[in-house]
Every structure is written in structure tokens, then in C-alpha cells.
């Protein structure tokens, strides 16, 4: 079981940016999955996810209109299209076959193993 994450770098205020995570040894359709980050000096916050079986999908308000989260079912990929990226985006970012998937307010981690995460990769919006 094997999560592999890439994209990530610098860009300036306002520019996109796209991250991917391939897995192995899993179906991602088997999961919730969700795309977790973490700021300098911040806790680890959810920022989007998508239920077990690719269902509802769901965001924090702050990356609302902005993120977009998908799955490619042929390629057994997830991804995170970032536009309009602001310098308060700046964080590791993770993917994760690893959430409670039920609302805006509710992307957390359900304990998984590591092995279910990504290593991260760290986006830096610069101003």
C-alpha cells in the first residue's frame, strides 16, 4: 500500500497549481479520501474530501470556489486543482486515504496507517 504524491513548488498570489496522488496496493473507490494540509506554526487541518465511493464532495470554506477535488477512476489518481491561490494557502499538503468525510466541518483523519498518506508536499504562494 503505497500513496504517491506530486506537483507542488512555488507560485505567485492568484495562480494555479495541481497536485496528484497515485496509489498502489488499493482502489481509492474504497475509501474516503481527502487532501489535508498543514501551515507553518498550524495544526493539520481537512480541507477537502470525498466520500467512500466517490460520493459527496465537500470543503472547507477558505478553499470553497477555489480547490477542486477529483478522482480518476482509470488511472487510480486524486487530485487537487488549486486556482487563485493566496499566500495563506502556503502548507504541506497531503492526500490521504484516510477521513471522516460527512461535511464541510467534519475532514478529519480516522487513524490510518501511515502508509495510507502521502509524504507531502509543500506549496509556497508568494505575494
Known amino acids: 500500500v503505497q500513496l504517491v504524491e506530486s506537483g507542488g513548488g512555488s507560485v505567485q498570489a492568484g495562480g494555479s497549481m495541481t497536485l496528484s496522488c497515485a496509489a498502489a496496493?488499493?482502489?481509492?473507490?474504497?475509501?474516503?479520501v481527502a487532501w489535508y494540509r498543514q501551515a507553518p506554526g498550524k495544526e493539520r487541518e481537512g480541507i477537502s474530501c470525498?466520500?467512500?465511493?466517490?460520493?459527496?464532495?465537500y470543503y472547507i470554506s477558505s478553499v470553497k470556489g477555489r480547490f477542486t477535488i477529483s478522482i480518476n477512476d482509470a488511472k487510480n489518481t486524486m487530485s487537487l486543482q488549486m486556482n487563485n491561490l493566496r499566500p495563506e494557502d502556503t502548507a504541506v499538503y497531503y492526500c490521504?486515504?484516510?477521513?471522516?468525510?460527512?461535511?464541510?466541518?467534519?475532514?478529519?483523519?480516522?487513524?490510518?496507517?501511515?502508509?495510507?498518506w502521502g509524504e507531502g508536499r509543500l506549496v509556497t504562494v508568494t505575494s
Open positions: 496496493g488499493f482502489t481509492f473507490d474504497d475509501f474516503a
Open positions: 470525498i466520500a467512500i465511493g466517490g460520493g459527496e464532495t
Open positions: 490521504a486515504a484516510d477521513a471522516l468525510c460527512r461535511s464541510e466541518s467534519t475532514i478529519v483523519s480516522v487513524g490510518y496507517s501511515r502508509e495510507f
